[in-house]
């Protein structure tokens, strides 16, 4: 709260500003409006999430494509040039 340096009281005035972060770091974020952002990347592990117009790129710590894990995934169409099973011995098609 700034205040005058006048000996009159008068009344004082809130002060508000904005402030840019370059690099801002959270534990825990919430939002009443979201967040926009052109990419997120991790604290501990740098793999990065980058927000295109066809959907997300996920690269891993070294900014190669990375691997996205998931109890399920539910999609309409998958376009690949392979597939293999979880298991090592599970062969590829």
């Given at each position: 709260m700034a205040t005058s340096r006048t000996p009159h009281q008068e009344p004082g005035y809130f002060l508000t500003t904005t402030v840019h972060l370059r690099h801002p770091e959270f534990d825990s974020a919430t939002s009443t409006h979201g967040v926009r952002t052109p990419w997120v990347e991790g604290t501990a592990d740098k793999g990065r999430?980058?927000?295109t117009t066809q959907g997300v790129q996920v690269h891993d710590d070294s900014h190669t494509p990375g691997t996205v894990s998931?109890?399920?995934?539910?999609v309409d169409g998958v376009s690949t040039t392979?597939?293999?099973g979880r298991a090592d011995g599970a062969g590829w098609i």
């Open positions: 999430i980058t927000f998931a109890a399920k995934a539910e392979w597939v293999r």
